[in-house]
Nanobody, 115 residues
Framework: QVQLVESGGGLVQAGGSLRLSCAAS????????MGWFRQAPGKEREFVAA????????SFADSVKGRFTISRDNAKNTVYLQMNSLKPEDTAVYYC????????WGQGTQVTVSS
């Protein structure tokens, strides 16, 4: 099982930027695909972005395309989510996850975007 710890969340004004980090331990990080998901109050958890094991392939939800980027540093066992041009509707708890089975989740980090 892998352990995931997210960090970097906080309060930011609309139009601002944040970078989330997710540090992994417990498995060989470079062997598995990773993703970011988010859950807003009263809503279901939704997909945000994904990156394959090598970092050579990424995908994004339509709602964040062109604003968010996902990257990873396998030497540091860390995956990142760079969020630019943030909007109030991006407010949510953001979770990183191992998407290669068995799936593992972090505890989440709160992102709040004020208008």
């Amino acid at each position: 099982q892998v352990q995931l710890v997210e960090s970097g969340g906080g309060l930011v004004q609309a139009g601002g930027s944040l970078r989330l980090s997710c540090a992994a331990s417990g498995r060989t990080f470079s062997n598995y695909d990773m993703g970011w998901f988010r859950q807003a109050p009263g809503k279901e958890r939704e997909f945000v972005a994904a990156i394959n094991w090598s970092g050579g392939r990424t995908s994004f939800a339509d709602s964040v395309k062109g604003r968010f980027t996902i990257s990873r540093d396998n030497a540091k066992n860390t995956v990142y989510l760079q969020m630019n041009s943030l909007k109030p509707e991006d407010t949510a708890v953001y979770y990183c996850a191992v998407t290669s089975p068995p799936v593992s989740w972090g505890q989440g980090t709160q992102v709040t975007v004020s208008s």
